[in-house]
T-cell receptor, first 112, second 117 residues
Framework: SQKIEQNSEALNIQEGKTATLTCNYT??????LQWYRQDPGRGPVFLLL?????KEKRKERLKVTFDTTLKQSLFHITASQPADSATYLC???????????FGRGTSLIVHP | DTGVSQNPRHKITKRGQNVTFRCDPISEHNRLYWYRQTLGQGPEFLTYFQNEAQLEKSRLLSDRFSAERPKGSFSTLEIQRTEQGDSAMYLC???????????????FGDGTRLSIL
């Protein structure tokens, strides 16, 4: 089955810088990949979806890329703010099911 | 706000007791999912419904777990004879069916945190 890898170490950056988070998968390329944000004690909130035939997707300060050769998606937040501090999860279908499987998430901490 | 609602938010119970959680999805959503999340991990899929039909169950869903969605609206997740290892956050999500590859985003509730003493 598909293994999803997200950096377990927290990413610490300074306000105003661009944060880049990585999601790697191990097997076949999925039909789509999703990114979610999760705050402590809350459920995940959907941010962006990118399909296998798309290389890049943008939404305001967010940008997602999808490289099926590298089996990797990058999630960028430009002009980061302390309010962007959260855990970011990637999710993609695996094991022949359309139901997305979630990575463990990467914690982002933006320092003022 | 008519998002996904879960009750109760917190549940503390003794080992061996039965517990039941409720999820009210977004009203027009026909898919409903249950996940379990432990500290430092992402949500793990348990089961999902399309309308009232339970279409898929994870191997994580032991026979002590049962989920229902009797009228295709709200859902309940019951855990019988709870064990210490059942302590986790139980998340419910809903979505629409549609789109190529069933890639509709999921809308999550804020979960029920279960603590087994």
């Amino acid at each position: 089955s598909q293994k999803i890898e997200q950096n377990s170490e927290a990413l610490n950056i300074q306000e105003g810088k661009t944060a880049t988070l990585t999601c790697n998968y191990t097997n076949y390329s999925p039909a789509y990949l999703q990114w979610y944000r999760q705050d402590p004690g809350r459920g995940p909130v959907f941010l962006l979806l990118i399909r296998e035939n798309e290389k890049e997707k943008r939404k305001e300060r967010l940008k997602v890329t999808f490289d099926t050769t590298l089996k990797q998606s990058l999630f960028h937040i430009t002009a980061s703010q302390p309010a962007d501090s959260a855990t970011y999860l990637c999710a993609l279908p695996s094991g022949g099911s359309y139901i997305p499987t979630f990575g463990r998430g990467t914690s982002l901490i933006v320092h003022p | 706000d008519t998002g996904v609602s879960q009750n109760p938010r917190h549940k503390i119970t003794k080992r061996g007791q039965n517990v039941t959680f409720r999820c009210d999805p977004i009203s027009e959503h026909n898919r409903l999912y249950w996940y379990r999340q432990t500290l430092g991990q992402g949500p793990e899929f348990l089961t999902y419904f399309q309308n009232e039909a339970q279409l898929e169950k994870s191997r994580l869903l032991s026979d002590r777990f049962s989920a229902e969605r009797p009228k295709g609206s709200f859902s309940t997740l019951e855990i019988q004879r709870t064990e210490q290892g059942d302590s986790a956050m139980y998340l419910c999500a809903s979505s629409l069916v549609g789109g190529t590859g069933d890639n509709q985003p999921q809308h999550f509730g804020d979960g029920t945190r279960l603590s087994i003493l």
